[in-house]
């Protein structure tokens, strides 16, 4: 076994190829580099939004396979130019399966879920893809959305974005903004009406779990900023015309 010394400065930035191993990794990266790229403009782009989880997987092995190519002495071109052709016509099947199959698409990329129903989350569907309340609320802020009244629905999609539906004619609601972790909502009024912190439920009172998720902790429901001024534009005129009258 070959003893390492620690520290050996021409080992760690020279190593122990010859020199003229250099040109030859200039060259694989060349080559791997067109071949990949080719490859890659047949198959067509997308996004990282909009890759389904197979095609993740394959641009993992993807990557690991262009990269070995790259500077190891001992792995031949053709071995991963084989292995980077394999992949691209692993994903075009997969990607012509999901066009021709609606059960192959179910399968690979996944359904769309109902997060949010009339302002409140929906608790089970969270659960079942491994997403909080508060995760969700951070997507909802980011998209410009300041309370959860807004929504009319909210469906979390295969490719893990979120698509909102907004509400004609919001009520009150779970306030959002700012986030509830670094503020401290007003509580709810004595015998008022009372909206879960956790889920945006609004009950007719605090007194009890919340019905939807099991929640204890109560906040006072508000009206979204644009529907409160708007409110309050309404009531304005109205007072205007009283005086006048």
């Known amino acids: 076994m070959e003893t390492v010394i620690p520290f050996d400065w021409l080992r760690i930035f020279w190593g122990d190829a010859p020199p003229l191993f250099l040109a030859e990794i200039t060259f694989r990266v060349l080559v791997i580099w067109l071949w990949t790229v080719l490859l890659l403009r047949w198959i067509g782009g997308r996004s990282i939004s ?4 197979v095609e993740f997987l394959l641009v993992i092995a993807l990557g690991s396979a262009v990269g070995d190519a790259l500077f190891y002495p001992d792995v031949p071109l ?8 394999l992949l691209v016509l692993l994903d075009k099947a997969v ?10 698409k179910r399968v690979i990329d996944g359904t769309p879920l109902e997060v949010i129903r009339d302002g409140r989350i929906l608790c089970n569907g969270m ?10 609320m951070e997507i909802l802020r980011l998209k410009g959305i300041e309370n959860l009244a807004e929504l009319r629905a909210a469906y979390l999609e295969p490719s893990g974005m979120v698509s909102i539906f907004r509400a004609e004619t919001p009520g009150p609601g779970l306030s959002i903004c700012p ?9 709810p009024r004595p015998g008022g009406p009372a909206c879960c912190r956790c889920c945006g439920h609004v009950a007719a009172d605090s007194t009890a779990s919340c019905a939807e998720c099991g929640g204890k902790v109560w906040v006072r429901p508000e009206l979204p900023v644009a529907q409160a001024a708007s409110e309050g534009r309404n009531r304005r005129n109205s007072d205007m015309r009283c005086a006048a009258s």
């Open 127 to 136: 659960t079942a893809r491994g997403m909080g309340a508060p995760e969700l």
């Open 179 to 187: 986030p509830i972790e670094v503020t401290t909502p007003e509580p």
């Open 50 to 53: 909009q890759l389904s989880l």
């Open 95 to 104: 990607d012509l399966a999901i066009r021709r199959w609606q059960g192959a």
């Open 78 to 85: 053709i071995h991963a130019m084989l292995v980077i052709l």
